[in-house]
């Protein structure tokens, strides 16, 4: 599965928006990243990419190291996290989805890879 079908998944079934979805793909496969780093490297502002790491972490997919610095937490996790969140939001049943669990299960190798260079 490519990285363009990953982000059509977290912008379908959990909601984020395109932005939200590029900033969570890069930072799980690329490892703990400034908000500067994010905006140079996706062509976006800075304040785009503040905005995004921020609802980021209140959704439950990262975490601040500093205030301009940002990690993801593991993917098998944060998937489902974002998702139920997204179901607590919008009012939906919370049940398994087999989309979003593969989304943790595709990006897990990538995001050990960035972390144990």
Same mark, same amino acid.
């Given at each position: ?17 395109? $932005?939200?979805?590029? @900033? ?16 140079? !490297?996706?062509? $976006? ?20 190291? =500093?205030? =301009? &610095? ?21 009012? $939906? &049943?919370? !049940?398994?989805?087999?989309? @979003? ?6 990006? &897990? ?9």
């Amino acid at each position: 599965m490519s990285y363009s079908e990953i982000e059509h998944d977290l912008v379908s079934e959990i909601h984020l928006d395109h $932005i939200q979805a590029q @900033v969570f793909l890069l930072v799980t496969c690329s490892g703990k990243m400034s908000s500067q780093s994010i905006a140079d !490297k996706l062509k $976006i502002s800075i304040d785009e990419a503040k905005k995004a790491s921020n609802d980021l972490m209140t959704l439950g997919a990262f975490i601040d190291i =500093t205030p =301009t &610095e940002f990690e993801a937490m593991h993917p098998r996790f944060t998937a489902v996290n974002m998702y139920r969140k997204m179901c607590e939001r919008e009012n $939906i &049943e919370f !049940k398994r989805n087999k989309i @979003v669990d593969n989304i943790g299960v595709i990006l &897990e190798k990538s995001y050990d890879d960035a972390r144990t260079k």
